[in-house]
Nanobody
C-alpha cells in the first residue's frame, strides 16, 4: 500500500495563497486532494492522472486551485490561490485510480489543516 505524506498547510489571510505537497511511496498512481470542513461532507477538490496530462476540479475551486505532479519526485502539489474562508478544511492527499473518468481513492494521507482567516 502506498504511503502518503502531506505538508504545506497553515493559516493564511483571505486572498492569500498556499501550496500543499504530497510525497508518495511506491508506484505511480492517479492522485487526488480531498477536503473536509467541520459539519460538511468530504469533497474531492482536484485530481490528476498518473501521467499528469489530465486534471479535474470541483466547481468551487476552478480557476483558483491548480493540481500538478512531478513523477521524478513522486510528489503531487495543490497550488491554492485567492483563498476564501470557506476553503478552511483538512486537506487530504490520496492515491487512486480512474474508472470511466471518475476518480476513486485507494490510499489516504493523514491530512493537513488549512485555515483561511483574517
Amino acid at each position: 500500500q502506498v504511503q502518503l505524506v502531506e505538508s504545506g498547510g497553515g493559516l493564511v489571510q483571505p486572498g492569500g495563497s498556499l501550496r500543499l505537497s504530497c510525497v508518495a511511496s511506491g508506484s505511480i498512481y492517479a492522485m487526488g486532494w480531498y477536503r473536509q470542513a467541520p459539519g460538511k461532507q468530504r469533497e474531492l477538490v482536484a485530481s490528476i492522472t498518473s501521467g499528469g496530462r489530465s486534471t479535474n476540479y470541483a466547481d468551487s475551486v476552478k480557476g483558483r486551485f491548480t493540481i500538478s505532479r512531478d513523477n521524478a519526485k513522486n510528489t503531487v502539489y495543490l497550488q491554492m490561490n485567492s483563498l476564501k474562508p470557506e476553503d478552511t478544511a483538512v486537506y487530504s492527499c490520496t492515491a487512486g485510480e480512474y474508472y470511466s473518468n471518475f476518480y476513486y481513492p485507494r490510499s489516504w494521507g493523514q491530512g493537513t489543516q488549512v485555515t483561511v482567516s483574517s
